[in-house]
């Protein structure tokens, strides 16, 4: 089965979701997602709950809703944090004064680096900046083993997999 991660900027979108079970695929989405919604007034399509717990970021992950990361997924999300914030992301201490905007950076890479650590298969997002433009997408998927889609793209696939599923 064809396993989805949604990104926060989708998880409340009931056509995706259904366009996604229609064409037979595993939906989740992350606890950073649950986070991050948490007293925005957005919720997840059907009260859905996280289903990936995320790897654990000190000062970042709540206690009971992470799993302890290898040192190979810490390298990953350094990593990660590099390509996403275009190698402008603080490093040592200067990560003690974070902007709101490198939080949702740090929070991004968390959700990524959750869907690379389980092995899934598509990664739907629509942060062009973060994930898609200037060859991020092209890298992210040969370094990851994965696909990256925006919702517009992940539409299309689940057409064409339900039009296969039907034939």
Do not use: W
């Not at 056509?15 to 991050?36: I, K, M, P, S, Y």
């Not at 190698?87 to 890479?109: C, H, I, M, W, Y």
């Not at 696909?147 to 057409?159: G, V």
Request: one cysteine or more; charged letters at 30%.
């Amino acid at each position: 089965m064809t396993t989805v991660t949604l990104d926060t900027n989708l998880v409340d979108d009931q056509h995706l979701l259904v366009a996604a079970c229609a064409a037979g695929f595993q939906v989740a989405h992350t606890t950073v997602t649950d986070r991050e919604l948490s007293g925005s007034g957005v919720t997840a399509v059907d009260g859905r709950r996280a289903a990936l717990y995320e790897t654990g970021v000190v000062g970042e992950s709540i206690v009971g809703l992470f799993v302890v990361g290898s040192k190979a997924e810490a390298v990953n999300f350094e990593e990660l944090l590099e390509i996403i914030s275009c190698g402008s992301f603080p490093r040592g201490e200067k990560r003690k004064n974070l902007t709101e905007g490198q939080r949702r950076q740090v929070r991004d890479a968390m959700i990524f680096c959750t869907h690379a650590r389980e092995k899934r298969d598509i990664f739907v997002t629509n942060d062009q900046k973060g994930f898609i433009n200037d060859g991020r997408r092209e890298f992210l998927e040969q370094r990851f083993g994965t696909t990256i889609r925006t919702a517009e793209e992940f539409f299309s696939i689940c057409d064409a997999t339900r039009l296969k599923k039907n034939v």
